[in-house]
């Protein structure tokens, strides 16, 4: 029994030993030919013997250490697992005011700048809804889905008017959340749903009175204005792709794919991600993509005809809504 319990101790500091060596050698990559100990002695606030007994592994590092440092050079956890099918995730902040949402644009253009942005990253989106960079700007359409959003997460639901409703500037940070997109690669994939979410909204809060007709009607204007730009763009822009999908079950979900660090971002609610950077996951998604984009047609490659047939569905479907408006209030 107790060369049995030896046994395991054994395996069992093998393998942090194993971990603290993945750890070191991962950091090894990010610093490049700056000092090992010295960096590790200046993260921890240890000295620099203390540091060169980790580095050598003649010390193992603390639990809250490894995290430290993992956190610091962000470094997933996932290589330190011993299942595959187990993953550690990252879960952005809530957002259940419309201050939060200050923070939400800002973390999302940390998201880009930490990721090697060059012409080997491919944004993948896989649009549900309209993606919701494009309506990051200074319109009425902006302002609405700020107010959907903000109906949708807040418990409490205030539910005051459109018209009184006015929430932060977020200008700055949204410019250039979107400037970011737009100057990726983009692949999106889209369907006749992609635009069905916007329209059901307008339509709810016209109904409850809480949208007057006239704001419906320049926010409809302001979507069609949005279709219009987008499929300008799908026809003119090599660095933006858009795919029909008739068969696919959208999702939102938002994929950076880059050779050397890839991640994936998972709708939780409206305004939050899980966020997976974890390779294997990673290259699984990519292959998805790809697949899903083999049985897509692509509406940058197609001729006029097939794009004008797949845009006009949208713009008939607007005007079909703004119509429908216009003679409920002549009623």
């Given at each position: 029994m ?32 700056k ?15 203390a ?10 590092f ?9 956190k ?13 099918n ?28 930490r ?32 107010y959907?959003?903000?109906n ?19 200008e ?7 400037k ?22 307008i ?5 409850t ?18 279709i ?21 079950q ?18 939780l ?14 290259i ?17 490659a ?30």
């Amino acid at each position: 029994m107790r060369k049995k319990i030896k046994i395991n101790l054994y395996i069992c500091e093998n393998r942090k030993s194993m971990h603290q060596d993945v750890l070191l050698k991962q950091i090894r990559k990010k610093i490049g030919d700056k000092s090992l100990n010295d960096e590790i002695a200046n993260i921890l606030n240890i000295s620099y013997d203390a540091a060169h007994r980790r580095t050598s592994l003649k010390a193992k590092f603390s639990f809250e250490e490894a995290l430290e440092l993992a956190k610091y050079y962000q470094i997933s956890l996932n290589g330190f697992l011993s299942s595959e099918n187990q993953l550690v995730v990252q879960k952005t902040s809530p957002v259940t005011s419309t201050e939060d949402l200050q923070s939400f644009f800002r973390n999302n253009l940390n998201v880009f700048e930490r990721l090697p942005l060059s012409e080997e990253m491919t944004i993948y989106y896989s649009a549900k809804d309209i993606p919701f960079f494009y309506t990051l700007s200074d319109t009425l359409l902006s302002r609405f889905k700020i107010y959907v959003w903000m109906n949708l997460l807040n418990a409490k639901q205030f539910f005051v008017p459109f018209s009184e409703f006015s929430p932060p500037d977020f200008e700055l940070n949204t410019k250039e959340l979107r400037k970011k997109y737009e100057e990726q690669n983009v692949i999106e994939i889209w369907n006749d749903t992609t635009i069905s979410s916007i329209l059901q909204q307008i339509q709810y809060y016209c109904d409850t009175g809480l949208l007057r007709k006239n704001e419906a009607e320049i926010i409809l204007n302001e979507v069609k204005e949005l279709i219009e730009c987008v499929e300008q763009k799908t026809g003119s822009n090599r660095k933006y792709q858009i795919y029909e999908n008739e068969l696919m079950q959208l999702s939102n979900d938002i994929f950076f794919s880059h050779p050397k660090k890839s991640l994936l971002a998972m709708p939780l609610n409206t305004f939050g991600y899980i966020l997976i950077n974890d390779l294997n996951t990673c290259i699984e998604t990519f292959n998805y993509f790809e697949h899903q984009i083999k049985n897509s047609k692509s509406l940058s490659a197609s001729g006029n005809r097939d794009r004008k047939i797949f845009f006009n569905k949208m713009y008939e479907r607007i005007e079909k809504l703004t119509k429908k408006l216009m003679d409920d209030d002549h009623l």
